[in-house]
């Protein structure tokens, strides 16, 4: 471990918002550092793509204002150009849009009377009979929500979205996304009881022009000098309960004051040398992660919905949500046109990553058509993403394997671990930028610390 030279460097391993994040608070603090990104760009999975003068996020993004530091610091950092928005989300419906927040008027009209007084009786006779926690998300979600709404908007909405049965995906590890559906308060609205507005106002802060605009203020404030692109981690030494050597395009770096990653756990301990033990790697090699398409359609008229997002429960659809982004920022297309971005949940190398670009997207016109929201005639173009490793999937037991590779990551003593993909837990923007300040703070210049253990699945929406 160094001890003494103020030019030793920091090594930052990623150039998503969890890189940014620990070398912004590191430059806040004088300490030298570079970001070693592999990608052509910085921002990871939050970023923002541009397409003939549309602009649409890697996914529906917005700030939660959780955690009132990470707002603060990112206030300070785009000033006017992070706005406080008000769009409410709906879920389709059978043709119908359903008001998140939820209005005890719009949902028993959209619902019906008989459903809903169905889904509040089962509901609370589910409360009534069942004090007891469920291991796993389908147990939890029919105790908690009852039958019937379980089976309209959670469970096959989460298996599109995590791609194995909700009886195999642990019950904790949906807390954000149950959140976000936040389908108790339907029960709550419908009956007028207290909760109904509880979690997901449809208030929230967005920057002008794209979640993009955090971290490329982020990357100006650190310097781009700080930040190679095109620089893939290629290998990590470890030698007497440290990190001795981390190569870059096969090269070794500067590490001396101690490294951060923020890439996948699993593929960091696989370029580990020597290798960890057996047991290590196969824990390593069991977390299993979710990818993603995004389809954006780009559409000749000025507005399709008022939503920020549509979610898209029934499993006749491929996507399982939707966001228009003009309702984020008027920035994000051009006047008098719009966009709808869907998001297909998938797996690098299944059925539905394979399929080209042009059939997925012929796909999801289908699909949009068949809804009704939008006519195939106003598309006028389309854009096609693919994003690796969207989401950790939380399947039963995952937490003994993580502990393991933790626990083992944890041994060294000049590494941090920080990141949704390198921590391995369902974790925001606003986590990242904590994350970063905790972390800077462990590296005075010139002394290290024990790397402090990683946090694990606040469940936060
Ligand atoms: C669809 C979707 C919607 C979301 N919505 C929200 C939201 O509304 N609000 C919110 O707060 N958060 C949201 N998030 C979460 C947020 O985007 C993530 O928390 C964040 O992107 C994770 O950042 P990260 O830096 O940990 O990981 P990543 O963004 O994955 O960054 C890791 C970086 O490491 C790089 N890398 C990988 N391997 C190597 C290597 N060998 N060498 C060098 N570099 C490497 C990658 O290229 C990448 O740039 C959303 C995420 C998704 C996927």
Same mark, same amino acid.
């Given at each position: 471990m160094a001890r003494e030279t103020e030019k030793q460097s920091v090594a930052i391993l990623g150039?998503?918002?969890?890189?940014?994040?620990?070398? $912004?608070?590191? +430059? =806040?603090?004088?300490?030298? @550092?570079?970001?070693?990104?592999?990608?052509?760009? /910085?921002?990871?999975?939050?970023?923002?793509?541009?397409?003939?003068?549309?602009?649409?996020? &890697?996914?529906? /993004?917005?700030? /939660?204002?959780?955690? !009132?530091?990470?707002?603060?610091?990112?206030?300070? #950092?785009? %000033?006017?150009? #992070?706005? =406080?928005? &008000?769009?409410?989300?709906h879920i389709y419906h059978e043709g119908r849009m359903i008001l998140f927040p939820i209005s005890a008027p719009d949902s028993f009209k959209k619902l019906g009377a008989e459903l809903s007084m169905r889904i509040a009786a089962e509901a609370l006779l589910g409360r009534a009979?069942?004090?007891?926690?469920?291991?796993?998300? *389908?147990?939890?979600?029919? +105790?908690?929500?009852?039958?019937?709404?379980?089976?309209?908007?959670?469970?096959?909405?989460?298996?599109k979205l995590w791609g194995i049965p909700c009886s195999r995906l642990s019950a904790e590890a949906s807390g954000g996304r149950l959140k976000g559906m936040n389908l108790k308060t339907v029960v709550a609205a419908t009956l007028g009881l207290r909760g109904a507005k509880e979690h997901m106002d449809g208030d929230f802060y967005y920057p002008d022009g794209g979640i993009s605009a955090i971290s490329e203020a982020m990357a100006d404030f650190i310097g781009r000098e700080n930040i190679r692109l095109n620089s893939i981690v290629t290998g990590v030494r470890a030698e007497a309960g440290a990190i001795a050597e981390v190569a870059v395009n096969g090269q070794p770096v500067e590490t001396a004051a101690g490294i951060v990653t923020t890439i996948p756990c699993d593929e960091f301990v696989r370029m580990m040398t020597p290798a960890p033990p057996p047991g290590v790697r196969d824990a390593a090699d069991s977390l299993k992660f979710r990818d993603m398409i995004l389809v954006a359609l780009f559409l000749d008229v000025e507005?399709?919905? %008022? &939503?920020?997002?549509?979610?898209? !429960?029934?499993?006749? $659809?491929? @996507?399982?949500?939707?966001?228009?982004?003009?309702?984020?920022?008027?920035?994000?297309?051009?006047? *008098?046109?719009?966009?709808?971005? @869907?998001?297909? !949940?998938?797996? *690098?190398?299944?059925?539905?990553?394979?399929?080209?670009?042009?059939?997925?997207? %012929?796909?999801?016109? *289908?699909?949009?058509?068949?809804?009704?929201l939008a006519r195939k005639d106003d598309i006028s173009g389309?854009?096609?993403?693919?994003? +690796?490793?969207?989401?950790?999937?939380?399947?039963?037991?995952?937490?003994?394997?993580?502990?393991?590779?933790?626990? $083992? #990551?944890?041994?060294?003593?000049?590494?941090?671990?920080?990141?949704?993909?390198?921590?391995?837990h369902y974790s925001w923007m606003h986590d990242m930028i904590a994350r970063g300040k905790s972390i800077a703070g462990e590296f005075p210049p010139g002394e290290t610390r024990r790397a402090a253990k990683p946090r694990q699945n606040p469940d936060l929406e």
């Open positions: 150039g998503g918002i969890a890189g940014l994040s620990c070398g $912004y608070f590191l +430059k =806040k603090r004088n300490i030298p @550092f570079t970001i070693y990104e592999s990608g052509g760009a /910085h921002g990871g999975n939050c970023s923002t793509f541009a397409v003939g003068g549309f602009r649409f996020d &890697s996914g529906a /993004h917005r700030l /939660h204002d959780k955690d !009132p530091d990470a707002t603060a610091e990112i206030k300070s #950092l785009l %000033g006017e150009r #992070l706005r =406080k928005v &008000s769009a409410p989300s009979l069942n004090r007891g926690d469920a291991a796993d998300f *389908e147990s939890r979600s029919l +105790k908690q929500y009852g039958k019937t709404l379980a089976n309209l908007f959670l469970l096959n909405y989460s298996e507005s399709v919905s %008022g &939503s920020a997002t549509i979610y898209f !429960p029934d499993s006749k $659809y491929p @996507f399982t949500r939707a966001c228009e982004p003009r309702n984020r920022s008027e920035a994000m297309s051009p006047s *008098e046109k719009t966009s709808l971005v @869907f998001e297909i !949940p998938c797996t *690098e190398g299944d059925a539905v990553w394979k399929k080209g670009d042009d059939e997925i997207a %012929g796909i999801v016109v *289908e699909s949009l058509s068949a809804t009704g389309c854009a096609v993403r693919r994003m +690796k490793r969207a989401y950790p999937v939380m399947e039963i037991g995952f937490e003994k394997p993580l502990r393991i590779v933790m626990d $083992y #990551l944890g041994g060294f003593r000049n590494l941090r671990i920080a990141g949704r993909n390198a921590e391995f």
